[in-house]
Structures are given as C-alpha cells and as structure tokens.
C-alpha cells in the first residue's frame, strides 16, 4: 500500500520521454521517474503512466528490446524486484529505493533544503582558488585510477572531477584549469606516460617507471637535504667545543700566571666580542 501510494505521488510529475540531464537545460526540471529492476538483473521496468487502476510502461528483457506494459499494482512482486524512484529538481537528483523516504521527503519539501544547501555550498567553493595540481600529482592520481580499475580511461573533466569534486564544473576558472590539464595530458603521450584513444587518455607502462624514477630522485633529494642539517649542526657543534676549549687554555694560562680573575675577564670579553 505504501508503495503504490509513494509511486502514484511520483507520477503526478511524472518524467518526459526525453530531457536534458546537463546545465542550463536540467534547471527547470521537477519531475519523477520511477524504475523496477528484477533481483535477478534480467528485467527492468520504467513506470511513465497511472490510467486509472493500472500502470504504463515501458520493459526490457534479457534481449534489450524494448515492450509496452500494462499492469496493475497488485500483479508486481515487489519480492523479486528492486524500486527506485529519482526525482529531478532543478539540476539536481534525489535517487530513492524506499518508498517511506520518498514520501517523506515529497510530503516536507526536503529536496527543496538540499536544493538550497547544495546552491550555497557551490556558491563558496566558486569564490575559493582551484589548486594547480602539478604534472606528478597528475600521474600519480591517472595510475591510482588505473590500478582501481585495469580498463580506465579518462578525459579532462572526468580527471578534474575525481581530483577536485563535481563542484569544478560549475566554477568560474574551469576553462582554464582544463586547458592546463590538457597540455599536461600531451606530455605526457610525448614522453610516453600516456597514449591517446578515442574517448580520451590511457595510462602506459612507462608511468610507473616513470613514477618509481621520480620517487626514487626525491628521496635522494631529501636524503641529502638531512644530510646537510646533520652536518650544519655538527659544524656548529665543533665550533663551539674549538671556542670553549680555548677559553679554557686561556683560563688555564692565567691561573698559572697568577693573573687577576678582572683581568682574565676582560680578556675573555675583548677575545670573543
């Protein structure tokens, strides 16, 4: 019962046959579509219409071709299929898999706090400087992704997006940060980290070499860094035992000589100051 109320609530706006999933065009959007998907995988079910006591719809099978359905509330098993209902609120999508969620947040208007909340929080990151990420930091993340997933491939947004967050496509300085990421990317292909395919940049072999060479130079690079530290400060260590011990001789020399201890102390301060 739930559930049939939640989906026929969805339908009263219910999704167009075709729109724009992208900004300017998503702005307007506040629609709902509603999916089943059989436990299985080998069916799935997009609801566009109630008439009356029954549900229009479209079905796809194992083939992919795609059917009219007309069926009513009580002929799906709900224990063989999985619900999602998405709702499409001017440029953004709340997914749901639970009925009581749904209503909950269709009842209250809560989509429309996150909308909000979502809106100011891309307005701040808008007046924040994107960092410049430098070319290792480039191949560093392009080989993490790799090895997370053997057939990846990227483009200059899809890089952008997974190092920065879905943020970076509405900035204002996003033009430019994709033009640098671009020439980064073709030097890549020329030194051979990189190749090009027709949707976008593979990693190579050469990468890790690569990679590996660079970790290799740094940790050479900061080796010799302490080792200069450690030898600044066993110079300044040996300079001030070489200025004690001769004032200690020093010292030494006049208490031999019976020299007065003002005296001692004067010499001592001219010597040193």
């Known amino acids: 019962m739930l559930l049939q109320f ?6 009263k706006k219910p999704a167009p046959f075709s729109y724009s999933v992208t900004r300017p065009g998503s702005l307007s959007h506040d629609f709902h579509s509603v999916r089943f998907e059989s436990l299985e995988g080998d069916e799935k079910i997009l609801v566009y219409q109630k008439d009356h006591d029954v549900y229009k719809g479209f079905r796809w099978g194992v083939s992919g071709d795609r059917e009219d359905v007309i069926f009513r509330p009580r ?3 709900v224990q063989e299929y999985s619900m999602q209902i998405v709702h499409f609120y001017k440029g953004h999508e709340f997914s749901f898999h639970s009925a009581a969620k749904f209503l909950m947040f269709n009842i209250f208007r809560l989509h429309r706090l996150l909308a909000l909340r979502e809106r100011a929080s891309q307005f701040w990151y808008n007046q924040k400087q994107l960092l410049r990420h430098e070319r290792i930091d480039v191949l560093r993340h392009m ?9 990846d491939i990227v483009n200059t947004v899809s ?5 920065e967050s879905r943020k970076f496509i509405y900035h204002p300085d996003k033009e430019k940060h994709l033009a640098r990421l671009k020439l980064i990317l073709d030097s890549f292909v020329t030194s051979g980290d990189v190749k090009i395919v027709s949707s976008g940049y593979v990693i190579t072999p050469q990468a890790f070499i690569t990679l590996t060479s660079h970790a290799l130079d740094e940790q050479y690079h900061n080796d010799q860094v302490k080792a200069a530290r450690v030898g600044n400060k066993l110079s300044c260590v040996i300079g001030v035992i070489g ?5 200690a001789q020093f010292v030494m020399w006049g208490v031999e000589n019976e020299v007065s201890s003002d005296q001692i102390y004067n010499w001592l301060i001219s010597f040193y100051f």
Request: aromatic content about 0%.
């Open 143 to 151: 080989i993490d992704r790799k090895l997370e997933n053997p057939n």
């Open 159 to 163: 890089l952008l997006i997974t190092m």
């Open 243 to 247: 200025v004690l011990g001769v004032g």
């Open 6 to 11: 939640a989906i026929n609530r969805a339908l």
């Open 75 to 77: 002929e799906l098993n």
